[in-house]
């Protein structure tokens, strides 16, 4: 049985789904257009093909991907994401973003096609649209 964070924390909680080790490469693999499980085992060495399957499984059970047979004998899946997956977008182009201000080496940045400029991250407002400028992290009311 794998081990869970037992926190009332957004974090925490998103850990104990995406936290485990490969999970976030297989879903990055997924994010930029692999589908089929052999490539993606193919672009990640070292990955045994038990554990791809487990945790693509595990990732089918939360809601972030969806897998779709395309061969019946033998029995073969296409995997990709779904809304809830490919929201993790901003997630990994944050980690992209970091590893580019500090990591040596770097492999990738992030960088407006137009310019050539690196961009950043920024906050906008859900109801105006508006960038914010400071943020507070706050504790969501549960309801009774």
Request: aromatic share 8%.
């Amino acid at each position: 049985m794998k081990t869970r964070y037992d926190l009332h924390c957004n974090i925490a909680q998103t850990l104990n789904i995406i936290g485990d080790r490969w999970t976030l490469l297989i879903l990055h693999e997924l994010l930029i257009g692999e589908t089929l499980f052999n490539d993606i085992k193919s672009k990640l060495p070292g990955l045994s093909a038990n554990l791809l399957s487990a945790r693509l499984k595990l990732l089918e059970q939360e809601g972030l991907i969806k897998s779709e047979l395309y061969s019946a004998h033998p029995p073969r899946y296409a995997y990709t994401l779904t809304e809830k997956g490919t929201a993790l977008e901003p997630v990994f182009n944050a980690m992209i973003i970091w590893g580019s201000e500090h990591l040596q080496p770097c492999y990738k940045e992030i960088i407006d096609p137009e310019t050539n400029d690196r961009v950043e991250i920024g906050y906008f407002s859900k109801k105006t649209g508006q960038r914010v400028e400071s943020i507070r992290i706050q504790p969501v009311q549960q309801a009774d």
